[in-house]
């Protein structure tokens, strides 16, 4: 079945360092892919989303391409703030199965310290 | 605003004893789902609803059950919660125009002792 694998964390940055979140994917048909964002205490907000291949989703300063070669997804920022502190969920649309319609992966967390 | 709000935000119970987790949205979207989020684990769905009167099962829905009687809410029951649905819940609503893009509430944690 379809499925999404993100990289484990904690992910630890300074201020400012470079951020890639991977995410991998397995799927049949053409997913869309999503990057979901959890803040402390918070629920879910939609982050970036690519519908297909080659499209690059970006908000905020994050970007991630979808690569139907390499059934990736990964999450990219040039410069994390403290802000950002926060849980990243991957996920892919699930049209075919049976009813759920988004597959996450099992989060990211990441910490920015200044 | 829009949003979605979930009542209540925190609950501690004990097993056997029957609640009830709202669940309401005021985007008059069609969709709405139940997510439990445990470590390591990730999200799973519990149940989803695609409209008035038309539910379905997700990927974990033993031991609870759901009603959408009216398109805005989307309760929750456990009618005889056990200590391992212990966990935090997410309610989630979409537009049928923009399925996969979800509206999450705050979150609920539950407790079952």
């Known amino acids: 079945g379809n499925s999404v694998t993100q990289m484990e964390g904690p992910v630890t940055l300074s201020e400012e360092a470079f951020l890639t979140i991977n995410c991998t994917y397995t799927?049949?048909?053409?997913?869309?892919l999503f990057w979901y964002v959890q803040y402390p205490g918070e629920g879910l907000q939609l982050l970036l989303k690519a519908t297909k291949a080659d499209d690059k989703g970006s908000n905020k300063g994050f970007e991630a391409t979808y690569r139907k070669e390499t059934t990736s997804f990964h999450l990219e920022k040039g410069s994390v703030q403290v802000s950002d502190s926060a849980v990243y969920f991957c996920?892919?649309?699930?049209?075919?199965?049976?009813?759920?319609?988004?597959?996450f992966g099992k989060g990211t967390t990441l910490s920015v310290s200044s | 605003e829009a949003q979605v709000t979930q009542n209540p935000r925190y609950l501690i119970t004990v097993t056997g004893k029957k609640l009830t987790v709202t669940c309401s949205q005021n985007m008059n979207h069609e969709y709405m789902s139940w997510y439990r989020q445990d470590p390591g684990l990730g999200l799973r769905q519990i149940y989803y609803?695609?409209?008035?009167?038309?539910?379905d099962k997700g990927d974990v829905p033993e031991g609870y059950k759901v009603s959408r009687k009216e398109k805005r809410n989307f309760p929750l029951i456990l009618e005889s919660p056990s200590p391992n649905q212990t966990s935090l819940y997410f309610c989630?609503?979409?537009?049928?125009?923009?399925?996969?893009?979800?509206?999450f509430g705050p979150g609920t944690r539950l407790t079952v002792t």
């Open positions: 996920a892919l649309s699930d049209p075919g199965g049976a009813g759920t319609a988004l597959i």
């Open positions: 609803s695609m409209n008035v009167e038309v539910t």
């Open positions: 989630a609503s979409s537009s049928g125009r923009a399925f996969y893009e979800q509206y």
């Open positions: 799927a049949t048909g053409y997913p869309s």
